[in-house]
């Protein structure tokens, strides 16, 4: 399967990121930069993960769905 346009426009600036941090390593923006793609890039890994298992699977009842969303929430992560 292809990959999907996020996860290359994730790729791509986290190349041009790194690249930055090569060429000036003190240079905390770019960093920081670094830090940001790489947690969209791995947002995008998981939500393209959960799109092609959601797409296999049965229908979820209230329950199960919560009980999956919770999963999510207690990672850290930020339900908003």
């Known amino acids: 399967m292809p990959p999907d346009h996020d996860l ?13 941090v090569r060429k000036r390593p003190d240079d905390m923006a770019a960093l920081e930069k670094l830090g940001r793609v790489r947690q969209d890039y791995a947002e995008a890994q998981l939500a393209e993960h959960i799109q092609q298992v959601v797409a ?5 009842s ?4 919560g009980r999956l969303a919770a999963l999510l929430t207690a990672s850290g992560g930020d339900a908003t």
């Open 8 to 20: 290359v426009a994730c790729r791509t600036a986290i190349a041009r990121a790194a690249r930055a």
């Open 62 to 65: 209230d329950e199960q769905r």
């Open 56 to 60: 296999k699977a049965p229908p979820l």
